[in-house]
């Protein structure tokens, strides 16, 4: 913890003391069970998890079925999709080194159930039913999800 | 046979952008003596207590429970350390409600706060707020809840036709509400084209359409009816309102999990509201609620949660914001305290000064310019991240 500050206002009974400080915190982030997930995004391969007993497919992948509680297995995805829904973000965040506005969708993919939230390139909203790609971005200076991101292939 | 509790004792900052005079624990401190002092009890007649904040991060500090006991005169008491995100006070009513009917309790002082406004820069406190999303798989993504509540009001208005300028009307409305609520943090008297003109976050909500970041505390202390008679002072001086009902469900965190035809609402605000009208014996919610504060973290999730509570049909939200009927003259009132967006958000606070406006009007004691007469049934609704947990709570006044 560094002080950078500290003021007082007013005396006695009517002082109010403040005190302005800065912390930095070093973290070890343990993505575990999900690691091959991230693993294939840095080669720009998505990856989901399929059970062997039901065929249940899992995107965001689950190591296992939760139903059958049997482990899933990894299978490689094409990559491909499409936009449900879309929003432009305008807001600037530490969490991505993207200067806004940029482009967050909800993302259907092909070869398994359930969706991803992920960023779109380009600046322009795009419809509902847009075709979209994988393709792989940035270095590993980044969160690992942020290795890849989605390019319109096809508008609706 | 359970018995509910009652509502002996509501306490209640200011809440406002900065809260330079007094600290967390000063302001935790202060509406505890409200709560005790409007029971017209003492701390010693208390069997326990449960700490409300969201975040460790904005007062880098952990297990504030014993330390404001310390504050309070309840060194010695049991206490619980709540937190649901947006939820966190509604959750600790739940569960001091359940600790009382359990008979584990006869008597629990609820008390929580929040320093959101200043104690970090905005950025950074939008960031902390963000840590409630999935940290692996959204998160990243976005950095401010703003982004996930466009996406699902996006969703709203593909399959809708939701205007922008009918959840616009909702920002006019609770920032027009708090002018009269002497303990907002800020009212203003804005006009729908200062919401469609202000900054955008993420498409379609701009910087009016969301809600504040405030320093305040507020308390709400519960006990059995047996015990109010025996330690309440004031008790017997008006109708007594009684805890009726408590109803919360969960969705999936990562919106992007969600059933598709549940993206355009808040679907565990459904089945919350649904529990807990079953609980408090309500089974027409628009002819039998008079009051209601709803969590208004940006326009738009008021517009929705009309829906989701039952006070009209899925997709009709948004006309319902212009024609008045939630409005404080209408048909239910919809934040009269001015809301997460007047009143403001002290994030561990807020379910309870939800629930102290609410009682406050069920018992008659609002400023009389802002009253609802006659209002025998509120209910209160809050929730976490952009609705992973929902959480609504019903009070009602006897006759």
Same mark, same amino acid.
Request: hydrophobic share 40%.
């Given at each position: 913890?560094?002080i950078?500050?500290?003021?007082?206002?007013?005396?006695?009974?009517?002082?109010?003391? !403040?005190?302005?400080?800065?912390t930095?915190?070093?973290?070890q982030?343990?993505?575990?069970?999900?690691? /091959?997930?991230?693993?294939?995004?840095?080669?720009?391969?998505?990856?989901? !998890?399929?059970?062997?007993?039901?065929?249940? !497919?899992?995107f965001? /992948?689950?190591?296992?079925?939760?139903?059958?509680?049997?482990? *899933?297995?990894?299978?490689?995805?094409?990559?491909?999709?499409?936009?449900a !829904?879309?929003?432009?973000v305008h807001?600037? *965040? *530490?969490?991505?080194?993207?200067?806004?506005?940029?482009?967050?969708a909800?993302?259907?993919?092909?070869?398994?159930?359930?969706?991803?939230?992920?960023?779109?390139?380009?600046?322009?909203?795009?419809?509902?039913? *847009?075709?979209?790609?994988?393709t792989?971005?940035?270095?590993?200076?980044?969160? /690992?999800?942020?290795?890849?991101?989605?390019?319109?292939?096809?508008?609706? | 046979?359970?018995?509910?509790?009652?509502?002996?004792?509501?306490?209640?900052?200011?809440?406002?952008?900065?809260?330079?005079?007094?600290?967390?624990?000063?302001? +935790?401190?202060?509406v505890?003596?409200?709560?005790?002092?409007?029971?017209?009890?003492? @701390?010693?007649?208390?069997?326990?207590?449960?700490?409300?904040?969201?975040?460790?991060?904005?007062?880098?500090?952990?297990? $504030?429970?014993?330390?404001?006991h310390?504050?309070?005169?309840?060194?010695?008491?049991?206490?619980? =350390?709540?937190?649901?995100?947006? &939820?966190?006070g509604?959750?600790?009513?739940?569960?001091?409600?359940?600790a009382?009917?359990?008979?584990?309790?006869?008597?629990?002082?609820?008390?929580?706060?929040?320093?959101?406004?200043?104690?970090?820069?905005?950025?950074?406190?939008?960031?902390?707020?963000?840590?409630? @999303?999935?940290?692996?798989?959204?998160?990243p993504?976005?950095?401010?809840?703003?982004?996930?509540? @466009?996406l699902?009001?996006?969703?709203?208005?593909?399959?809708?036709?939701?205007?922008?300028?009918?959840?616009?009307?909702?920002?006019?409305?609770?920032?027009?509400?708090?002018?009269?609520?002497?303990?907002?943090?800020?009212?203003?008297t804005?006009?729908?084209?200062? +919401?469609?003109?202000s900054?955008?976050?993420?498409?379609?909500?701009?910087?009016?359409?969301?809600?504040?970041?405030?320093?305040?505390?507020?308390?709400?202390?519960?006990?059995?009816?047996?015990w &109010? =008679?025996?330690?309440?002072?004031?008790?017997?001086? =008006?109708?007594?309102v009684?805890?009726?009902?408590s109803?919360?469900?969960?969705?999936?965190?990562?919106?992007?999990?969600?059933?598709?035809?549940?993206?355009?609402?808040?679907?565990?605000?459904?089945?919350?509201?649904?529990? &807990?009208?079953?609980?408090?014996?309500?089974?027409?919610?628009?002819?039998?609620?008079?009051?209601?504060?709803?969590?208004?973290?940006f326009?738009?999730?008021?517009?929705?949660?009309?829906e989701?509570?039952?006070?009209?049909?899925a997709?009709?939200?948004?006309?319902?914001?212009?024609?008045?009927?939630?409005?404080?003259?209408?048909?239910?009132?919809?934040?009269?305290?001015?809301?997460?967006?007047? =009143?403001?958000?002290?994030?561990?606070?807020?379910?309870?000064?939800? @629930?102290?406006?609410?009682?406050?009007?069920?018992?008659?004691?609002?400023?009389?310019?802002?009253?609802?007469?006659?209002?025998? +049934?509120?209910?209160?609704?809050?929730?976490?991240?952009?609705?992973? $947990?929902?959480?609504?709570?019903?009070?009602?006044? &006897?006759?």
């Amino acid at each position: 913890m560094k002080i950078l500050v500290t003021e007082c206002e007013g005396s006695a009974e009517t002082a109010a003391v !403040t005190m302005r400080y800065e912390t930095t915190l070093r973290y070890q982030h343990v993505f575990g069970s999900i690691s /091959p997930f991230l693993e294939g995004l840095e080669h720009g391969v998505l990856r989901a !998890t399929r059970c062997e007993t039901c065929l249940s !497919t899992f995107f965001p /992948p689950r190591p296992y079925c939760p139903e059958d509680l049997e482990a *899933t297995v990894w299978y490689e995805l094409p990559g491909t999709g499409i936009i449900a !829904t879309a929003t432009r973000v305008h807001v600037p *965040t *530490t969490f991505v080194d993207i200067e806004p506005p940029y482009v967050l969708a909800i993302l259907r993919l092909d070869g398994v159930d359930g969706s991803i939230m992920h960023h779109v390139l380009g600046q322009d909203v795009p419809q509902p039913g *847009t075709r979209v790609r994988a393709t792989s971005v940035g270095d590993n200076l980044r969160h /690992p999800l942020l290795r890849v991101a989605f390019q319109i292939e096809r508008t609706p | 046979m359970t018995t509910n509790p009652l509502v002996v004792g509501l306490g209640m900052t200011q809440f406002t952008g900065f809260s330079k005079n007094a600290s967390l624990t000063d302001m +935790v401190r202060d509406v505890a003596r409200q709560a005790l002092r409007d029971a017209g009890t003492s @701390a010693s007649s208390i069997d326990m207590g449960i700490a409300c904040y969201e975040s460790d991060h904005f007062n880098q500090s952990v297990s $504030l429970g014993a330390l404001w006991h310390d504050a309070v005169g309840l060194v010695g008491k049991p206490v619980v =350390r709540v937190e649901g995100g947006g &939820a966190t006070g509604a959750v600790a009513l739940q569960t001091a409600k359940a600790a009382i009917e359990s008979g584990a309790a006869r008597s629990v002082l609820v008390f929580g706060g929040e320093t959101n406004g200043k104690s970090v820069e905005r950025s950074t406190a939008m960031e902390i707020l963000a840590l409630s @999303a999935d940290f692996e798989w959204e998160s990243p993504l976005f950095g401010s809840f703003a982004a996930p509540y @466009a996406l699902m009001m996006t969703e709203h208005m593909r399959r809708y036709g939701t205007t922008e300028e009918q959840f616009a009307n909702v920002a006019v409305k609770n920032r027009r509400e708090a002018l009269s609520n002497p303990r907002a943090h800020k009212g203003m008297t804005i006009s729908v084209e200062d +919401v469609l003109s202000s900054p955008p976050l993420a498409d379609p909500y701009r910087m009016l359409d969301a809600s504040l970041l405030s320093d305040g505390a507020a308390a709400v202390l519960l006990a059995t009816e047996e015990w &109010a =008679r025996e330690h309440s002072s004031t008790f017997g001086e =008006r109708p007594p309102v009684t805890f009726v009902g408590s109803g919360s469900s969960t969705d999936h965190p990562r919106i992007a999990d969600r059933r598709p035809e549940n993206l355009a609402n808040f679907a565990a605000k459904r089945e919350a509201a649904r529990r &807990a009208y079953k609980a408090g014996g309500i089974t027409d919610p628009l002819s039998e609620i008079d009051i209601a504060e709803v969590y208004d973290s940006f326009s738009g999730a008021e517009v929705q949660a009309y829906e989701d509570l039952g006070f009209c049909d899925a997709g009709e939200g948004g006309l319902a914001a212009m024609d008045g009927r939630f409005d404080r003259e209408g048909q239910i009132p919809c934040n009269t305290s001015g809301g997460l967006m007047g =009143r403001g958000s002290a994030v561990g606070a807020t379910g309870l000064a939800q @629930a102290f406006e609410v009682v406050s009007q069920l018992r008659g004691e609002v400023e009389p310019n802002r009253a609802v007469p006659g209002a025998r +049934v509120g209910i209160t609704d809050t929730h976490s991240g952009a609705g992973a $947990l929902c959480v609504v709570n019903v009070f009602r006044r &006897a006759a």
